[in-house]
């Protein structure tokens, strides 16, 4: 593998495929002592997602899901 004039590399195909990266993936790489490592990056999660995650499990009703959906459906 050569580095080009731009500071990148090519992974080679069966390496991208053994280890899941596909194109369009978001990548790190992290210093680890002498040694570089590619990794996946953690997407951050979003305020949405932070939002459903507080509110996972906090509804409280003895409605059934029939009952709740005509509700919401006017019906």
């Known amino acids: 593998m050569r580095l080009n004039s731009k500071g990148q590399v090519t992974i080679p195909a069966e390496l991208r495929r053994r280890h899941g990266f596909a194109e ?10 002498n040694t ?11 305020r949405g997602h932070r939002i459903v995650s507080r509110m996972r499990g906090r509804a409280d ?7 709740l959906l005509d509700l919401l459906r006017g019906e």
């Open 36 to 46: 570089l490592r590619i990794v996946h990056r953690v997407a951050s999660e979003g």
């Open 61 to 67: 009703t003895k409605m059934t899901t029939d009952e």
């Open 24 to 33: 369009g993936d978001e990548v790190e790489v992290v210093e680890d002592g």
